[in-house]
């Protein structure tokens, strides 16, 4: 179905949008008693009853059972967002707490992306989500060695996120100090900046010559260790808050169909791939059946990305039932995630987490 702006009149784009406001706010069928006395110009209420059949024919409205009103269509809520809704112009207070957090003196992206989350959620009323994607590029820029007592050394490497790693190396017989510097530049010479997955065998077998016989067969421990420390920060992450929220809204009253959409929440890996294969620098805003998990068909999800060196390493967005506050949604997420991207930018955020370092 591909009804055009142009395609319908100014009365019957009227009667929409006011129908979807009114729909809306309170969650129960319009009827033309409703908009005799709320639309801007006076109109008969047959002819308000025919518009709004014609409505209903094209796709873009639904009446449900007997009612004599009629609620959007999950068309008719696509067509508003693209076209009817006006902009939400934010108040003074929600602005103070959107920039609250943004001003505050957090420096790592993970916290802020959560903080976000929260703030939201609470200015929203919806379940609000956090995502962080996790940068499978990540290298090693710098090796060291620190000896932790017999038998046992920490190896601590700096990684190009910025973040400290570190893995504790046990080894069965007598190393020097000498010798441990020796396999500390070994490490620099050969592993840093590089993607561990291309490292060949010839090449580690290059490192044990290099290093010497009294601490080779450290050489493939070392290099599984490193692999399996960058691997561990590897994956994308999806935090919710607030998903008691939607107990608020009759259209998740059914315990099962909620159930469903709260297992899709703990699963993540579907609302991961829709999040993680997002258009960039855009509002996403999937409503209803366009969501590919069958689970969410009565809700909407709307978030934005935030990226770095243009990868995707971010994303803040809520999830509702479809007869969403479109518009207050989209100005909050937009506003918040340029203020974070702006951050981003500028280098007053570390892609890395506390606890990333502390592994």
């Known amino acids: 179905?591909?009804?055009?702006?142009?395609?319908?009149?100014?009365?019957?784009?009227?009667?929409?949008?006011?129908?979807?406001?009114?729909?809306?706010?309170?969650?129960?069928?319009?009827?033309?008693?409703?908009?005799?006395?709320?639309?801007?110009?006076?109109?008969?209420?047959?002819?308000?009853?025919?518009?709004?059949?014609?409505?209903?024919?094209?796709?873009?409205?639904?009446?449900?059972?007997?009612?004599?009103?009629?609620v959007p269509s999950e068309y008719g809520y696509r067509f508003y967002v693209n076209s009817l809704m006006k902009s939400y112009e934010m108040t003074m207070n929600e602005l103070q707490e959107l920039n609250r957090l943004t001003k505050s003196k957090v420096e790592r992206l993970d916290e802020i992306l959560e903080g976000a989350a929260q703030v939201m959620g609470n200015l929203t009323n919806y379940t609000a989500l956090a995502f962080r994607g996790?940068?499978?590029?990540?290298?090693?820029?710098?090796?060291?060695?620190?000896?932790?007592?017999?038998?046992?050394?920490?190896?601590?490497?700096?990684?190009?996120?910025?973040?400290?790693?570190?893995?504790?190396?046990?080894?069965?017989?007598?190393l020097s100090d000498e010798t441990l510097e020796r396999l500390e530049a070994v490490l620099n010479r050969y592993l840093c900046n590089v993607n561990l997955e291309s490292v060949t065998l010839s090449e580690i077998s290059e490192m044990e010559r290099v290093v010497g016989y009294d601490a080779a067969p450290l050489i493939s421990p070392i290099v599984k260790g490193v692999y399996d420390v960058l691997n561990q920060g590897g994956s994308d992450e999806l935090k919710f808050a607030g998903v008691d929220r939607l107990l608020q809204y009759p259209e998740f009253s059914d315990v099962g169909k909620f159930r469903q959409l709260l297992g899709a929440m703990e699963k993540k890996d579907d609302i991961l791939d829709i999040v993680s294969h997002s258009k960039k620098d855009e509002i996403n805003v999937y409503i209803g059946s366009e969501n590919s998990v069958d689970v969410m068909n009565n809700s909407t999800l709307i978030f934005r990305t935030i990226t770095q060196n243009d990868k995707v390493v971010g994303a803040i967005g809520v999830i509702g039932p479809c007869r969403m506050d479109y518009s207050k949604v989209i100005a909050t997420i937009d506003y918040l995630s340029r203020n974070i991207q702006q951050m981003m930018d500028s280098d007053k955020l570390l892609p890395g987490s506390e606890s990333e370092e502390n592994k």
């Open 1 to 70: 179905m591909g009804i055009e702006f142009s395609d319908l009149s100014d009365r019957k784009k009227m009667i929409l949008k006011a129908i979807i406001d009114a729909h809306i706010r309170g969650g129960e069928p319009v009827g033309s008693k409703y908009l005799t006395q709320n639309l801007p110009i006076s109109i008969s209420s047959a002819t308000i009853r025919n518009e709004m059949s014609e409505l209903e024919e094209l796709g873009l409205l639904e009446q449900p059972h007997t009612s004599a009103g009629r």
């Open 134 to 174: 996790r940068n499978r590029a990540t290298v090693i820029t710098q090796f060291k060695t620190m000896r932790m007592g017999m038998g046992k050394f920490l190896l601590v490497m700096m990684t190009s996120e910025e973040s400290v790693q570190t893995k504790v190396i046990n080894h069965s017989f007598e």
